[in-house]
């Protein structure tokens, strides 16, 4: 069999690059399919502001579920890769067989918790009257494909922690295009609208999940899903790495649900749906900066960890200065864009001028502190994926804490614009204590030898 990336021998910078990059094109090609939808929705005839807001609100939601597939991809491909660094491909398996067991679980559980609470969710989350029809029209098609999306995302990072990084990104790029194509077609040809993008959406996660599924039952994967060999202790586990991930994800979704819900409570019956609307759009753009800055420090977790499993502190503590640099050097670029082009970007959603300059501003402010950002995604994921969640969730909670206190404290003051403003402050305070922990702890953690892993 052919292996894209020996992870234990192969040149670590060259190696940096080669599992970074495509893992970052990856989610840099998730997230611009799901700007398309909300592209092409901002842009349908009479109602495209109203829908858009609609969908800003249940796509947090959305998002929310689909973190459960970090819950268990993220939570199984480092202990995978630490045993594959150890030669234990018999254990590998098993983790392999567990985690594809626990997220058709999954899928099958939240369906039926949350279908029968969908409407009352999404109001409570921010819909208004008018904008409710949209986001549950949306998010009840979007449901019905969860098994297809949490399987499309969770079992890609099996591929990628064996070191298969490009045909991770294909996995991602073959629904991305089927989505461009479709959307389009279901939302102006076939007059779907709001259904249209959900069903398009949909139709992509069925076609990327039958690509992941068909690799890892196939030939090329060293390591494949079988069935059997369920063990409660390694789900524990897993779910316990995995942990930080899902749980960073879920309440960035809940900081999104939040920071709409106080859009609408201090803008009010006038500008509510109007902030509301431009916090979609600017947290598009954010979207363009943190999935493709996780896909950078997520990817690379399994070369952390497969050495790490090695015992090859050296190739860790090298990869880590790479992956450092690619983070940085991404917001930066990210953070000129924001000033440069940031108007260019407001345009693909709307062409009013109040609604333009209300989504330029947020964007502004929301990426103030980006740079630091980035330092923050590689400790906190670098932490994870060497097994120490004891310090990589307190970093994320730590963070979260402080946009939260000042989500809430801000407009209360100084009114609803000054909500955005949470966003550059956690940025700012979460980096400096991460920073601390890590220069505290990470020299300590190298020189203990790896714990044994069921």
Known sequence: MTIENDLGRDDIKKL????????????FVSVFYSIVDRMYIGNIPEVGAMALAGVGVCGPVVTMVGSVAFLVGVGGSPLMSMKMGQGDYAAAKKILANSFLLLA????????????????????????????????TYFSIYLAGTFFALMATGMNQFIICQGFAKTGMYSVMIGAILNIILDPVFIFLLHMGVAGAAVATVLSQMASCAFVLSFLFGKKAPVKITFGGYDWALIRRILTIGFTPFIIIAIDNVMIISMNAVLQKYGGASEGDMLITCATIAQSFMLIITMPLGGITGGTQTILAFNYGAGQTERVKKAQQYIFLLAAGYTLLLFILARTSGSLFVRLFTSEPVLMSEAMN?????????VPLGIQYEIVDGFTGLGQVQLSLPLSFF????????????????GARAAFYAEPVSDILG???????YGLFMKKILKKPVVPMA
């Open 16 to 27: 940096v690059w080669r599992i970074a990059i495509p893992s970052m094109l990856a989610q």
């Open 105 to 136: 679980l999954a899928s099958l559980l939240l369906m039926a918790l949350i279908y029968p609470i969908r409407e009352p969710m999404l109001q409570y989350f921010g819909a208004s009257d008018i904008t409710k029809d949209y986001a549950n």
């Open 362 to 370: 947020a964007i502004r402010v929301c990426t103030l502190a980006v």
């Open 399 to 414: 963070r979260k804490a402080v946009y939260f206190v000042s989500l809430f404290l801000f407009p209360y003051f100084l």
């Open 431 to 437: 980096p400096l204590v991460s920073f601390l922990v």
